[in-house]
């Protein structure tokens, strides 16, 4: 290893002995071991390509089809659903985004209006039956 000194003292100023701040600063950057060629530092850039995990709400979709379609909304969230995975297997992110927000949107007023029907199919006939007993 060619381990050469580097003088920080100009002809003009030879006369005078180091002071101490310097003679310090050159043996921290001994110490440091500062490779003492001074090339300009490289820098790697690592490009990651994450698949986006957005959600497109088709199980959802699927259940309030099956169990929660009241009037029919059940059907509409599922192709909405249908629709933002067609658009993100596309590659379209904008479009999927919009399709799978209407979808979630939908999903909870058809959940909501499912567990509303469904409480009042059981509360009605009881009412009914303790009336007329």
Known sequence: MNH???TFFTPSNTDHPPSYEMLREEHEVAALGVPHNLASPTSTVIHIL???SML???VWSLFNTLFMN???LGFTVFAYSVKSRDRK???GLTG???YASTAK???VWALILGIIMSLLLIIIPVL???VYQ
């Open 4 to 6: 050469t000194v580097q």
């Open 50 to 52: 994450s698949e986006t």
């Open 56 to 58: 497109d709400h088709v």
């Open 70 to 72: 009241s009037c029919c």
């Open 89 to 91: 297997i596309v590659g």
């Open 96 to 98: 999927a985004q919009a």
């Open 105 to 107: 949107y939908l999903n």
């Open 128 to 130: 009914i039956l303790q």
